[in-house]
């Protein structure tokens, strides 16, 4: 390694100079090494290394026991200069400072040479051994998830990348992808070490060619697909000589995917083997993408498995969607590429996936009788994330089913903010409500002194009486954030038929109703609780068979949300009757690194109709603070919280 490059700062030096700038106290190594992201041992090391290069000056960093690091007043102008002289040549400075910034660098230094030592990174990268391991773990894990071993294998002589050649250039451009927030000064840095590959030059290139043949034959591809892809071929080839690959499988030769293989062996002046032409097309089969190509459906496997599909969604659920042909045409287009994953033993990364669970419950479920559609049928596993997806595509289906909420508005402003308020609802809330009347007070008053009124809401701008239980949401004339959330709530977005909350009455029995101790008890104990309560009360039939059934459906994906609610339920619906089981914790548990402090067991009858079950968990999920609903005093007051209405 070049020593000149030694002499200078590094820009994680800086930060934790400029830390200690902008500190009046000491601050001790373990501080700023949490700040920083490294060892304790690599802040004494980067320390000693800015006192080596300032020690001319007769200034240097002062140290405390045991408080820790600090710069005297007088000489933090000093210190300042040397922020400044580093920003003004922060070109120059491209060293990956970050763990995610170390662990890119370290995995496209492991695709470029195989094997390297922990001594060199070290060196390279200005760091300890022990930072360097680290990320080495985090990298590893990261890249072997889902996998019977590790991608990243260490010996004596250094790590290195090991296994099927293929999963290691996709898994390679997947991390790429969820780190590139960073991309330029990570690509950056490695040129800096390896000059002679023009990876800055070949990337961009490779970038602007898929951008130029997507545009040509109008394939619509995410951001992201394109990186991921860029970033497959780049590594492609850089492995290709000296770590070639076998390929098994045969794919459909789209024409976009046949002038992907050619441009790119003009652009990198290559020529791609029998088997690289075929990973790049299954690859390129396996993205989430839609092209004038796609539009002829004519796999009728597929198109007979979305059809079974939807008799199974009509027959457990009640809803017919068979007709929904921009639903079959979506659910066609997915599935064609999940297909090609799945065979590839790839699985798509869907950041939102909780927030997806949680908003859209009953999506979510429908969504399982498609996982085990293919489970059974193709005998292939999707994750989580490949669920959440279809999902997705369920839910955009269900908001056309609704029938928009009717709204009464009630002002006492004048007309002109009275009649700006009524056009904001209906921006927000397009397709959702119906506004029926607006009255000012004493209209809305007479109204119900007369022959009185129906609809779903009452939205008004100040505090009114209710009339025959129908709900009355007070908002700000100018309908702020808040505001919106809060009217969410009671507007059918893809759940219908919930006037008042007494139907949630129906959902509960108070003989199901529990205050748990979570001290000495775990999360699949109160389960067990409950279902035993379940058959006690003669829901189920079978104790030991219907917890089997809950807990076979916790392997698809976990049915605890981020807001500390969980919602399990059998894989099959064996409920003599429709059913909702609660535990509610005195403190919270911590169930496979998830903090439990409600649990909902839902008890299913699909014979029944289940669209009030599922808007119920969606407006329990998507309350902000559960709070009030574990200190409710009883099922009643619970029951009033969730509805959300005032508890009395």
Not at 1 to 12: A, V
Not at 30 to 51: F, H, W
Not at 297 to 320: M, P, R, S, W
Request: with cysteine.
């Amino acid at each position: 390694m070049d020593s000149g490059r030694r002499n200078m700062y590094q820009k994680r030096q800086i930060a934790l100079i400029e830390l200690l700038i902008m500190s009046d106290q000491p601050i001790t190594g373990s501080q700023l090494a949490k700040n920083l992201g490294v060892s304790s041992r690599t802040i004494r090391t980067d320390i000693d290394s800015i006192q080596s290069m300032i020690k001319d000056q007769n200034i240097s960093i002062k140290a405390m026991n045991p408080k820790g690091y600090y710069i005297q007043s007088l000489e933090k102008e000093f210190f300042k200069k040397i922020i400044e002289d580093f920003k003004s040549n922060q070109k120059k400075n491209i060293l990956p400072q970050t763990p995610s910034e170390r662990m890119t660098f370290i995995l496209i230094d492991l695709l470029l040479h195989g094997k390297q030592s922990m001594q060199v990174l070290s060196d390279i990268l200005y760091v300890t051994k022990t930072t360097i391991n680290t990320d080495v773990n985090r990298l590893n894990e990261s890249l072997s998830e889902g996998l019977a071993e590790n991608l990243i294998v260490s010996d004596v002589e250094g790590i290195q990348l090991t296994g099927y050649e293929f999963e290691i250039r996709k898994r390679a451009a997947s991390w790429i992808v969820r780190n590139q927030d960073r991309m330029n000064p990570l690509i950056q840095s490695l040129e800096v070490f390896e000059p002679q590959i023009d990876f800055v030059k070949k990337t961009v290139s490779i970038y602007q060619t898929l951008i130029s043949i997507i545009e040509e034959h109008e394939v619509y591809l995410a951001d992201k697909e394109v990186v991921y892809l860029m970033m497959f071929l780049m590594f492609s080839y850089l492995r290709k000589q000296h770590y070639p690959l076998s390929f098994k499988f045969q794919f459909n030769s789209l024409k976009w995917v046949n002038d992907v293989i050619h441009q790119t062996e003009k652009t990198l002046g290559i020529t791609w083997t029998e088997d690289e032409v075929n990973t790049i097309r299954g690859f390129c089969d396996s993205l989430s993408l839609v092209s004038s190509e796609m539009v002829q459906q004519d796999n009728k496997e597929i198109i007979q498995l979305i059809n079974l599909f939807l008799e199974k969604v009509e027959h457990a659920y009640g809803i017919d969607l068979k007709e929904n042909e921009s639903l079959k045409h979506f659910l066609y287009v997915h599935i064609r590429s999940l297909f090609y994953r799945l065979e590839l033993n790839e699985f798509e990364y869907n950041p939102l996936k909780d927030d997806i669970k949680k908003k859209f419950p009953l999506a979510t479920e429908i969504s399982l009788l498609f996982y085990n559609l293919v489970k059974n049928e193709k005998r292939l596993m999707m994750n989580d994330s490949e669920i959440s997806y279809i999902a997705l595509h369920v839910a955009s289906a269900l908001e056309i089913l609704i029938e928009p909420s009717e709204l009464i508005l009630v002002s006492n402003l004048g007309q002109g903010p009275t009649r700006l308020l009524a056009t904001k609802l209906i921006h927000f809330f397009t397709n959702k409500i119906v506004l029926k009347h607006t009255y000012s007070i004493y209209q809305y008053e007479k109204a119900i002194e007369t022959n009185g009124f129906d609809c779903d809401l009452v939205v008004s701008t100040s505090p009114l009486n209710s009339y025959q239980s129908i709900p009355v949401i007070v908002v700000n004339p100018l309908l702020f954030r808040d505001d919106l959330a809060h009217l969410k709530r009671y507007i059918n977005f893809y759940s219908t038929e919930m006037k008042n909350h007494d139907r949630f009455s129906e959902l509960f029995d108070e003989r199901l109703y529990f205050k748990a101790q979570a001290e000495n008890n775990s999360y699949l104990a109160i389960v067990r609780l409950l279902v035993r309560h379940l058959k006690t009360f003669d829901y189920i039939e079978d104790e030991d068979e219907y917890y089997e059934l809950i807990l076979e459906r916790e392997k698809t994906f976990s049915t605890i949300m981020d807001n500390g609610i969980a919602i399990p339920h059998a894989a099959e619906n064996r409920s003599r009757k429709t059913v909702i089981a609660v535990a509610v914790l005195d403190e919270p548990l911590i169930h496979e690194g998830k903090k439990v402090s409600l649990i909902l067991l839902n008890a299913i009858n699909e014979k029944e109709d289940l669209q009030n079950l599922y808007q119920m968990i969606e407006r329990v999920l998507s309350l902000d603070n559960i709070q009030d609903a574990l200190n409710a005093l009883n099922l009643k007051e619970f029951i009033e919280i969730i509805s959300q209405k005032e508890a009395k």
